[in-house]
T-cell receptor, first 113, second 116 residues
Framework: EPEVTQTPSHQVTQMGQEVILRCVPI?????FYWYRQILGQKVEFLVS????????KSEIFDDQFSVERPDGSNFTLKIRSTKLEDSAMYFC???????????FGPGTRLTVL | AQSVTQLGSHVSVSEGALVLLRCNYS??????LFWYVQYPNQGLQLLLK??????LVKGINGFEAEFKKSETSFHLTKPSAHMSDAAEYFC??????????????FGQGTTLQVKP
């Protein structure tokens, strides 16, 4: 069964460093999303991506964040200068239609020290 | 704007007992509603979804949910809990429309504990 994969599973970084979180969505999907979950809190929408551009972003997704789909298979989330409050679990999701089931990856746990 | 409220951050039931996880939503347009489950150290898995067809929706693992527009609710139930149902459950809403992108707005989550 096709699945969304994410790497790494756990990333530890120093405050101020850049991190890139990687996702491989399901191959025939067209819509891609990033969500995050701070420990003990709800899952929050960050950004949606369709047709090689951002279709919607939340207030959390400021200038420190960027996304791209560099090669037609990977979907990446970059944080340019990490802050302590960026520590969270980051989930990638994809779907074939914008209101179909979103398939989630297992997440990347980001720890900023 | 859409929002979701899950009543009860922790629910504990005995094995074999009824499971009832509550979800209320707010949406300016007829919503799509979802229940996801998260097992420890795993991603989110869809249990079931409501997309304006039948109001009683059946999902995987014996779960079902009923959409009640008058109560703005989408509660999740299972007649008989199994130990393997212990997990975190999330209710989510999405609002169809030309200005929306299918993003999911999640509730706070409910941890289900199943006691032997």
């Amino acid at each position: 069964e096709p699945e969304v994969t994410q790497t790494p599973s756990h990333q530890v970084t120093q405050m101020g460093q850049e991190v890139i979180l990687r996702c491989v969505p399901i191959s025939n999907h067209l819509y891609f999303y990033w969500y995050r979950q701070i420990l003990g809190q709800k899952v929050e929408f960050l950004v949606s991506f369709y047709n090689n551009e951002i279709s919607e972003k939340s207030e959390i997704f400021d200038d420190q964040f960027s996304v791209e789909r560099p090669d037609g298979s990977n979907f990446t989330l970059k944080i340019r200068s990490t802050k302590l409050e960026d520590s969270a679990m980051y989930f990638c999701a994809s779907t074939g239609g914008s209101y179909n089931e979103q398939f989630f990856g297992p997440g990347t746990r980001l720890t900023v020290l | 704007a859409q929002s979701v409220t899950q009543l009860g951050s922790h629910v504990s039931v005995s094995e074999g007992a009824l499971v009832l996880l509550r979800c209320n939503y707010s949406s300016s347009v007829p919503p799509y509603l979802f229940w996801y489950v998260q097992y420890p150290n795993q991603g989110l898995q869809l249990l079931l979804k409501y997309t304006s067809a039948a109001t009683l929706v059946k999902g995987i693992n014996g779960f079902e949910a009923e959409f009640k527009k008058s109560e703005t609710s989408f509660h999740l139930t299972k007649p008989s809990a199994h130990m393997s149902d212990a997990a975190e459950y999330f209710c989510a809403v999405s609002a169809p429309g030309s200005s929306n992108t299918g993003k999911l707005i999640f509730g706070q989550g409910t941890t289900l504990q199943v006691k032997p």
